[in-house]
């Protein structure tokens, strides 16, 4: 009987495993619903990315001698919903490319870490090509996003890199929401954050909310202590969803206003 029970319980668990790395991702990028509108003051604008999808995206340009914010979404958001959380900015003059992903808001393709790599490239020969200089493009990632703006930062040159509720690894992530799993060994995507932040050039700053229950405060942490000189700033009572607050746009201007004085 308990050779019965072990073996019933290793075939469960087997099943269970070979569930989630199959379908991983679509856990990973749970994609909303498309939206149609454009809001206003937007454009409905097309990124060619280096494997020659396209892209559709929103792009509001900057007010004369502000700069331009790529922002990058989270993993269940849109490129609509990057508008939302940063009207704060806007109102300041910043420019904003929403930056969307493949697979998401009807756009071709399938998601995973390369290819959204790849649709961050694009984005960059957009804003280059609308005449934008580099050091007036301020990279701006939210949760995954975030990990998308770190790796563009390795190969490009920007004003700022800006991590809102960052993970250092999606290892760990994965690990900590399941951890009678071997989320290690079983993801495709790695997103190593933690091994990539020391080859950034540009100003970093690392933005998380204490009470954030999907990544936890110590990820973020972790990543901004390995290198001495990002800037980590935590709002106690807050969760993942800290971008949608208005402060925090405004600590994010005021960063960027703080390294761009002479």
Do not use: C
């Not at 961050?120 to 050091?135: E, I, K, P, S």
């Not at 972790?222 to 001495?228: K, P």
Request: glycine fraction near 10%; proline fraction near 6%.
């Amino acid at each position: 009987m308990f050779v019965f029970f072990a073996v019933s319980l290793t075939v469960i668990y087997g099943g269970l495993v070979s569930i989630v790395y199959f379908n991983q991702r679509q856990l990973i990028y749970p994609a909303p619903p498309v939206q149609g509108g454009v809001p206003s003051g937007f454009e409905r604008v097309t990124i060619r990315t280096p494997d020659r999808l396209e892209l559709v995206a929103g792009y509001r340009p900057a007010r004369d001698g502000m700069p331009t914010i790529a922002f990058f979404h989270g993993n269940g958001a849109s490129w609509q919903s990057s508008i939302m959380v940063s009207q704060r900015l806007m109102a300041k003059g910043y420019g904003l490319l929403a930056v969307e992903y493949r697979g998401y808001g009807g756009n071709p393709g399938t998601p995973s870490e390369e290819a959204l790599y790849q649709d961050a490239r694009g984005a960059w020969t957009f804003l280059r090509g609308q005449g934008v200089d580099d050091g007036d493009i301020v990279l701006v990632g939210n949760s995954l996003g975030a990990a998308v703006a770190l790796q563009l930062a390795t190969e490009v040159t920007a004003r700022a890199l800006v991590l809102v509720s960052p993970f250092n690894n999606l290892g760990d992530t994965a690990a900590r929401r399941a951890r009678w799993l071997p989320m290690r060994l079983l993801l495709q995507d790695r997103y190593a954050n933690d091994e990539k932040i020391v080859q950034i050039g540009e100003p970093i700053l690392i933005l998380h909310g204490e009470e954030d229950s999907l990544i936890a405060l110590e990820q973020a942490q972790a990543l901004a202590s390995v290198r001495d000189d990002t800037v980590i700033e935590t709002f106690p009572g807050w969760g993942h969803d800290l971008i949608a607050h208005e402060p925090v746009q405004d600590r994010i201007a005021a960063f960027v206003e703080a390294i761009s004085r002479p």
